[in-house]
C-alpha cells in the first residue's frame, strides 16, 4: 500500500462507518505496516486533512475534517468487514444474478419500465424498506419505510442490530419480490395481493 491508496482508505472508512480512527483500527482495516500508518496519519494531520484528539486514557484519535460521518454505518470492525464483503459479493455480480436479471428482463412486459431484480435486493437489503420503493408499491413501501425510521431512531443499538440481523435478509428478498412481479405484471404489484398500482 502506498501513501495516496492509504489516504484514499482512511477517508472511506471515515464517511462509510462509525468505526473510530485509532492507529490500530487504521492500521487493521488499511493493511499497512505499523511503522508507515503513524507517519502517513501525521502527513494528513499536519496539511489538514485530520484533526487528531488524545482521550482521558490517552488513545489517540483522528477526525476527517469537511466530511460527515455516516450516521447509520457499521460502529465497529467486524460490522464494517462483513459489510464489505457483502457489497463485494454483490458488486461481483456472479453470472447467477446476471442469469436471473436476465431472465427477469424478458419477463417483463414491451413498453413497461423494467426493475432490476439485483438492484431491488441490494437496495432492500441495506436500507431496509426504504429499499422498497424502487419496486414495491407505494402502499406497502411507505408505511415499511416510515415504521423502520422510527425503529431505528427509537430503539437502543443492543436492540436494533440483532433485529436487522434478522429484518435485514427478509427485506432483501421482499425487494426481490416486488422487482420479479413488477417485471411479470408490468406494474407495482403487493406482496400478499396481487391489487397494482399504476
Known amino acids: ?14 464517511v462509510r462507518s462509525r468505526v473510530s480512527l485509532t492507529a490500530a483500527h487504521v492500521q487493521h482495516l488499511t493493511g499497512a505496516p505499523r511503522a508507515k500508518v503513524k507517519g502517513w496519519l501525521d502527513d494528513m494531520t499536519a496539511v489538514g486533512v485530520l484533526d487528531i484528539d488524545v482521550d482521558d486514557e490517552g488513545e489517540m484519535t483522528w477526525s476527517v475534517r469537511g466530511a460527515e460521518r455516516s450516521a447509520h454505518g457499521p460502529a465497529t470492525i467486524a460490522e464494517l468487514e ?30 413497461s419500465e423494467h ?27 411507505v408505511p415499511g419505510a416510515i415504521g423502520f425510521a422510527v425503529a431505528a431512531s427509537f430503539l437502543p443499538h443492543f436492540l436494533l442490530a440483532p433485529l436487522l440481523g434478522v429484518a435485514a435478509p427478509l427485506s432483501g428478498l421482499a425487494g426481490v419480490y416486488y422487482a420479479w412481479r413488477h417485471n411479470q ?12 398500482d399504476v
Do not use: C
Open 115 to 141: 426493475k432490476s431484480v439485483v438492484a431491488s435486493g441490494v437496495l432492500s437489503l441495506f436500507f431496509g424498506p426504504l429499499g422498497w420503493l424502487y419496486a414495491a408499491p407505494l402502499r406497502e413501501a
Open 82 to 111: 462483513k459489510l464489505e464483503r457483502l457489497s463485494a459479493e454483490v458488486g461481483g455480480a456472479p453470472r447467477a444474478l446476471a442469469g436471473v436479471a436476465r431472465a427477469t428482463s424478458l419477463a417483463a412486459r414491451p413498453g
Open 1 to 14: 500500500m502506498n501513501q495516496d491508496s492509504f489516504e484514499k482508505r482512511v477517508l472511506e472508512i471515515w
Open 185 to 196: 405484471t408490468g406494474a407495482r404489484t403487493g406482496l400478499f395481493s396481487d391489487k397494482k
